[in-house]
């Protein structure tokens, strides 16, 4: 009898632990869904000063989605930091993608598949 009731007390948890793990599933799947958002309204910037100023509003807008302010750190956290690389990626504007590179480096801009058809020469 006693190992009656340790098979049923068994069967429940494992029962109750299946529920949860295929009740969770959906959420977890789709959790790139409910990640907080912000959408910046813009025109293909077409000159440098044109794209250092929608930078400034991705950044923004990112810091706002990820909840954290600009003036917080020096350097952006993970969220914002790859809020910026998508957003710039998704773009797809050389002169953006010329200043998402002086601010964060070309290997970096590699890493999330930016690139720029123009080249500038530094000073």
Do not use: W
């Not at 948890?13 to 910046?40: E, N």
């Not at 100023?53 to 020096?74: K, P, V, W």
């Not at 952006?76 to 998508?86: D, F, K, L, T, Y």
């Not at 999330?112 to 058809?117: A, L, T, W």
């Amino acid at each position: 009898m006693l190992i009656r009731k340790v098979l049923k007390s068994n069967a429940r948890l494992l029962f109750a632990l299946a529920a949860t793990v295929i009740a969770s599933a959906p959420i977890c799947s789709h959790a790139d869904d409910l990640a907080p958002s912000r959408k910046v309204k813009y025109s293909n910037p077409t000159t440098a000063e044109g794209a250092r100023h929608l930078y400034a509003q991705i950044e923004r807008a990112a810091n706002y989605a990820c909840g954290t302010d600009s003036t917080d750190l020096d350097k952006p956290g993970r969220c914002v930091h790859e809020a910026i690389s998508r957003a710039i990626h998704d773009v797809n504007n050389p002169n953006l993608a010329q200043v998402y590179m002086e601010k964060n480096g070309k290997d970096e801009a590699k890493k999330f598949g930016i690139g720029s058809d123009v080249i500038t020469a530094k000073r």
